[in-house]
């Protein structure tokens, strides 16, 4: 039961909280989006955006613009932002933006181990990053060859440390069925994306913790906003690993442990891709089934979309996430992103609607995100002269 | 009703009277017209196209070539202050210039100053290594040396002592062990040597302890000099270090992680006497360096200075331009007459004037038509227009912070010049405190001239501007200290002693 908020926020986190509603207001609206969408070039983009709050960071930029140096100015005025509000927060409120940051540096460090493993130069990768998951050791991740040096080279002094060990306990289970010592494990493509996926489960388990240990108003939002992530991040994961070589075990153990499909969702998902491969029995009675709703199903036979309309049926018992897949047809796998951003956005939103609590913190780096996400789609569409699918990816905030 | 004819005019407790005139501009003479009447400053467009976005008006290619041209004035503004050259006075005497010349002149300066910039750079950053190349020269040849001398005595023991070998692994240190093995040239054992940001060190030999699990031997000593960081232009401290290592792996691994760090490695020969040669070298090629750095930094510091000496008045110009190509976006286009059609309001006084600057702007951009302002009638409510004079001025301002009259109504401001500063005066209630009040006030306003004419910091502007507010400030302060009775909190007995006895005896 909380509600007593009221009477000790504003000590510690009152100033942020202002500052942070004060950035919020300042986020492009359904007006600026349309008329951006009229721009014939990036010209009259950086125009425009001069007159909004990018304004100061786009002006000094020389007239033969790119949408790279665009989408770098936003994304450093969102640094300095975050700079500014880290810089004045105290306990817990800092550790909280911390953690919002460790999913950025996950991304950053499987960038550049990629890159590394394709033999790209390290300087470029660096600044390919994304500044906000920078820490001081990262290029030394060019050096490591495989996870056990990855981890004791570079990523034990860096927050991430606790994260990898799930990698290497989980690794322990595998040597016990019988599976090759992941320790010595080279880095290789598939490995990498399983490495990417553990630590971020291993991530977002931490921060429903540490939410959860901070109670209140804070505990409430940040568990809604996480399990949507965790839920999502689950179903792209059945999604993408449909027809590879992950087994059902390890697509089991990527799923993290709290959300609305935990359990059982979890246990259905897992199971998704093998109504493909197994008996033709199984396929069978499903076709039957099919051809007896005939004409709500599309009737092509290629798999992902089998395997998306398994994953849909699971998906479709937990009436939060229905009227997503509803949104989309079937056959549509691309509009599932924007689907699940127009349903985030949604929720993002929401938690600006209570006071007194560090969600809102959260809550404006990701719409921001999102908006520079909208910039750089419509800045490539103009650039390449498709105006018609501006529409196509562009998720209105307000 | 004729007693209100003949009551004097009412100039500043009420709005002048404004009329709606509507403008019909041809083309030709479209832009000096709206120039002219923005030097007047006595009328005030209606925006007829307020509909429309930014790149739908008429005139957006000029205005965003106007952006352009401001972004490459502040261009020029930036790298003349980095430069550190002051920025010229203003002189008055220069011819004026054109808006497409302008933009010519604006571009071939911005790209030769882009092209001196890189220049630049490229020998600036040789010079940096250079001179970091000296400093690890220096450093790296010391432990060298040291290093060597102990290793030769190391290997006469070694001849002769042979049967104690296991007692002295025990008790020597890793530095002896290390350097147990010959002369450097023979054995396994090489190093590399560079120069790195002192804050780095530290992370950077725990990284090559783990990389290299321990195999290696790190010596480091503080460079003695600052060296310039390219990228940020400020002198960082930095830290000569030599690793020593053996084997090829080892090798490469190190190579990676001084990549990462940002060390920049140098090759230091080992033999004493190469070291000296390279050392002369490398002075002799800094100072050339040096030199050639000089040279181009004072030509381009004659080129920023050229260029800062119009600096004021070119941004002026395309402030102007701006605001006349604004202007021009809020009139209505009618293609057929090939004219402009412009809707304002103006004070019903200065009408004579605004027909004056109108003619002088078709006798001046040699129009066939004339430019016709005639008055029209509308429902809308006027804007408020008070005439001021320096006086009232700051008293206006100050009124029109909290909001601005409606047409015709009672203006607040004429009572504030009074009720303002003896409320400040009520509190402040000290003639001491008031008289250098007086006094600042007084010099603000007799130096007036100069000062208007200077460019003032933030807050002296504002002391500048509110200078006949503090002379009454301060008049009225007085007053109320001499009513208080205190001059810096001290009472006096000018005007007799108190009426009342205090109560204790002991007290005056």
């Not at chain 1, 991304?107 to 033999?119: K, P, S």
């Not at chain 2, 004070?347 to 006798?363: N, V």
């Amino acid at each position: 039961m909380y509600g007593f908020e009221a009477l000790t926020f504003n000590i510690h986190g009152g100033y942020l909280e202002a500052i942070v509603r004060g950035y919020r207001s300042s986020l492009l609206t359904a007006a600026d989006y349309n008329n951006l969408c009229q721009c014939e070039s990036l010209d009259d983009v950086k125009m425009h955006l001069s007159a909004t709050e990018y304004g100061p960071y786009l002006q000094n930029e020389p007239s033969p613009l790119h949408t790279t140096t665009i989408v770098e100015k936003c994304t450093l005025k969102l640094v300095d932002e975050y700079k500014h509000m880290l810089c004045q927060a105290t306990e817990p409120l800092s550790t909280f933006l911390e953690y919002i940051t460790y999913g950025h540096m996950i991304d950053n460090v499987v960038l550049i181990v990629t890159g590394t493993l394709h033999e790209r130069d390290v300087q470029e990768l660096l600044e390919k990053c994304h500044p906000l998951g920078m820490f001081d050791s990262i290029a030394t991740l060019a050096v490591a060859q495989n996870m056990r040096e990855l981890y004791r080279l570079v990523l034990v002094d860096t927050p991430l440390a606790p994260y990898f060990s799930e990698c290497i306990t989980s690794e322990s289970v595998a040597q016990k069925v019988g599976f090759v010592n992941m320790r010595c494990r080279d880095l290789d493509d598939m490995n990498i994306e399983i490495m990417r996926n553990t630590l971020y489960k291993a991530y977002l388990e931490d921060f429903y913790k540490f939410c959860q240990k901070l109670g209140g108003a804070t505990a409430e939002i940040m568990s809604d906003l996480l399990s949507f992530e965790a839920d999502r991040r689950a179903i792209n994961i059945t999604i993408n690993s449909i027809g590879t070589e992950l087994t059902r075990d390890d697509r089991r153990r990527l799923y993290s442990n709290f959300g609305l499909l935990y359990p059982y969702g979890h246990e259905e998902l897992a199971v998704c891709e093998d109504t493909e491969q197994a008996s033709f029995g199984g396929w069978g009675e499903k076709w039957t089934k099919m051809t007896a709703f005939g004409s709500l199903v599309n009737h092509q036979d290629c798999i992902g979309d089998l395997g998306q309309s398994e994953v849909r049926g699971v998906v479709e018992k937990y009436p939060p996430y229905q009227s997503i897949f509803a949104k989309i047809s079937y056959g549509e796998s691309q509009m599932l992103d924007k689907a699940f951003y127009e349903e985030e956005v949604k929720r993002l939103c929401l938690a600006f609607e209570q006071q007194f609590h560090y969600g809102v913190f959260f809550a404006y780096i990701r719409l921001r995100e999102q908006e520079i996400r909208n910039l750089m789609w419509i800045s490539e569409c103009v650039a390449q002269n498709q105006k018609s699918r501006v529409h196509d990816s562009v998720v209105f905030i307000f | 009703m004729g007693i209100f004819d003949k009551l004097p005019p009412m100039d500043y407790l009420r709005s002048e009277k404004m009329t709606f005139v509507q403008l019909i501009i041809p083309v030709e003479s479209a832009h000096r017209a709206i120039t002219y009447l923005g030097e007047l400053g006595l009328l005030q467009f209606k925006d007829l196209n307020s509909d429309k976005s930014p790149f739908q008006r008429t005139f957006a290619n000029q205005v965003k070539r106007c952006g352009e041209m401001s972004r490459k004035l502040h261009f020029f503004r930036d790298q003349i202050s980095k430069a550190g050259l002051l920025s010229a006075p203003r002189p008055a005497l220069q011819p004026d210039v054109d808006l497409e010349e302008l933009e010519v002149q604006l571009g071939e300066h911005e790209s030769e100053l882009i092209e001196m910039n890189a220049n630049s750079e490229k020998l600036c950053q040789s010079y940096n290594e250079l001179f970091e190349f000296k400093l690890v020269l220096l450093k790296a040849g010391g432990f060298l040396v040291s290093a060597q001398k102990q290793a030769a005595p190391r290997d006469r023991e070694l001849d002769e002592n042979v049967y104690t070998i296991e007692d002295y692994d025990d008790r020597s240190s890793l530095l002896e062990q290390e350097m147990q093995p010959q002369p450097s040239n023979n054995s396994g054992l090489r190093f590399i040597s560079g120069i790195i940001c002192k804050s780095k060190a530290l992370k950077f030999e725990r990284m090559l302890f783990r990389a290299t699990r321990g195999n290696m031997f790190f010596n480091q000593a503080p460079a003695e000099e600052h060296v310039m960081d390219p990228v940020t232009g400020e002198m960082v401290e930095k830290t000569v270090f030599v690793v020593y290592f053996s084997g090829e792996q080892a090798k490469s691994k190190i190579v990676k992680i001084c990549e990462a760090f940002g060390a920049n490695c140098y090759p230091v020969p080992e033999d004493i006497s190469k070291q000296r040669q390279v050392t002369r070298e490398v002075t002799t090629r800094l100072s050339e360096l040096e030199a050639t750095l000089d040279a181009g930094i004072r030509h381009r510091n004659k080129a920023l200075s050229s260029i800062g000496s119009n600096l004021w008045k070119w941004t002026l110009l395309v402030k102007k331009e701006k605001a006349v190509y604004d202007t021009l976006n809020m009139l209505n286009f009618d293609v057929t007459k090939k004219c402009l059609v412009g809707e304002g309001w103006c004070p019903l006084l200065s009408k004579p004037q605004i027909q004056e600057a109108l003619q002088r702007a078709t006798i001046d951009s040699n129009s066939q038509v004339g430019i016709i302002c005639h008055v029209m009638n509308t429902v809308e409510s006027p804007p408020t227009y008070f005439k001021t004079n320096r006086f009232t001025h700051a008293y206006q301002e100050i009124v029109d912070a909290y909001g601005v009259a409606r047409y015709q109504e009672a203006n607040p401001a004429v009572y504030t010049v009074i009720t303002f500063p003896f409320l400040f005066a009520v509190m402040f209630g000290d003639w001491g405190h008031g008289i250098c009040l007086l006094l600042g006030g007084l010099i603000l306003i007799l130096r007036e001239n100069r000062l208007g004419s200077q460019k003032l910091g933030s807050f002296m502007e504002m002391a500048f501007g509110g200078r006949y507010v503090i002379l009454l400030m301060a008049l009225f302060s007085i007053y109320c200290g001499l009513i208080y009775n205190e001059f810096f909190s001290v009472p006096f007995h000018i005007f007799g002693s108190s009426a009342y006895k205090c109560h204790e005896a002991t007290c005056r």
